[in-house]
Structures are given as C-alpha cells and as structure tokens.
C-alpha cells in the first residue's frame, strides 16, 4: 500500500493562512494603502528582475551548448528564477522574501544545492528515474 503524503495539502492551507496574517500586520503597521502599494511595487519589481535574471541565465545557457558542455546548472537556475518570479507575482510578504532570494545570483546556489540534494534522495530510493 503507497503511504499518502500530506505535505502539499498542508502547505496549500497553510501558505495562503500566513500570507495573510503578514498583510494584516504590515498593513496595522504602515497602513492599508501602503501595504498595497508595496505588493504592487514587488510585484513589479519581480517581473523586472525575473525577466532580467531569466535572460541572462537564458544566454549563459545557451553559451555553453554552443561550446559543448551541459547547461544543468543553468537549468536549475532557470528554474529558481522562474519559481521566484512567480512567488513575487503571488501577493504576500513572505512570498515576496523567499522570490527575492530565488531571484539573486548570491543566494541561488543555495536553493540549487538544496534542489540537487532532493534530486538525488529521489533517485537513490528509486521514485525519479532516469532512462536514455
């Protein structure tokens, strides 16, 4: 029998529950106005910064395949700069952290070994496959 995991099903009731408590604390300490013009600002600011990153990591991949290497690294960049983006769309202040440190080159390679790590467990115990 699979064992069920209930992880997303938390995380999916528990996320929108915490965002929401960080608006309403922002917004009891700067004012309502202001807490909605800072999502709006971050949201802005991470299609800007989503669409910067992502071109650059877009053309450092391609740079290697030109010259014959894997882009893998790039590849998981891509991803964190994408998932970044996305959460500094997704109003919220918590989001917004976690997307602005998906979206700079410093701490990326955090969320890269993190990501190569769950990759890896996946693959020792035989739930991700690779077949050629």
């Known amino acids: ?3 069920r995991n209930y992880w997303p099903l938390l995380l999916l009731i528990a996320a929108p529950a915490l965002e929401l408590w960080g608006i309403m604390k922002v917004s009891s300490w700067i004012g309502g106005g202001a807490a909605l013009l800072l999502m709006l600002l971050t949201a802005a600011m991470g299609v800007y910064w989503a ?3 992502g ?3 877009l053309l450092e991949a391609q740079r290697q395949m030109q010259s014959g290497q894997i882009p893998g690294q790039m590849m998981i960049d891509g991803l964190c700069v994408l998932l970044g983006g996305v959460l500094l769309i997704i109003p919220g202040f918590f989001s917004d952290l976690i997307g602005i440190s998906l979206i700079f080159p410093w701490t990326r390679p955090y969320y890269r070994k993190l990501i190569l790590g769950w990759i890896e467990a996946r693959m020792r115990n035989g739930s991700i496959t690779i077949r050629r």
């Open 51 to 53: 669409r910067k990153e």
């Open 1 to 3: 029998m699979r064992r």
């Open 55 to 57: 071109l650059r990591v």
